[in-house]
């Protein structure tokens, strides 16, 4: 079962920086795209920046040229890292990865999107 877990949220300053770390785990045989989604109260989640399996990357205009993405494929990871941090940023972060497992009972590979829990962000004045 694919499971990703992310990390490294928080409580941080105005202005300050933090990185987020997501790590998935399970019978994994390729991870397409990741990418970090957020959900401010009372907000629908709203994607903030994806990097391919070749790392092509894309960001939010809301989060372009504070953030940079991540990833290292041999430890199927990802990272994301937010500088000069606003009072919007606060929100609960969440990891996506396009997975495939294999189904090894009809040796044949099965895609599928998933989540992590998501980890909170507080943006503190």
């Known amino acids: 079962q694919v499971q990703l877990k992310e990390s490294g949220g928080g409580k941080v300053q105005f202005g300050g920086s933090l990185t987020l770390s997501c790590a998935a785990t399970g019978d994994i045989a390729w991870i397409g795209s990741m990418g970090w989604y957020r959900q401010a109260p009372g907000k629908q989640r709203e994607m903030i920046a994806t990097?391919?399996?070749?790392?092509?990357?894309d960001y939010a205009n809301v989060i372009q040229g504070r953030a940079t993405i991540s990833r290292d494929n041999s430890k199927k990871t990802a990272q994301l890292q937010i500088n000069s941090l606003k009072s919007e940023d606060t929100a609960v972060y969440f990891c996506?990865?396009?997975?495939?497992?294999?189904?090894?009972?009809?040796?044949?590979?099965?895609?599928?999107?998933?989540w992590g829990q998501g980890t909170q962000v507080t943006v503190s004045p």
């Open positions: 996506n990865a396009q997975v495939t497992i294999m189904d090894h009972r009809w040796s044949r590979p099965i895609e599928g999107n998933y």
């Open positions: 990097i391919s399996n070749s790392g092509t990357t």
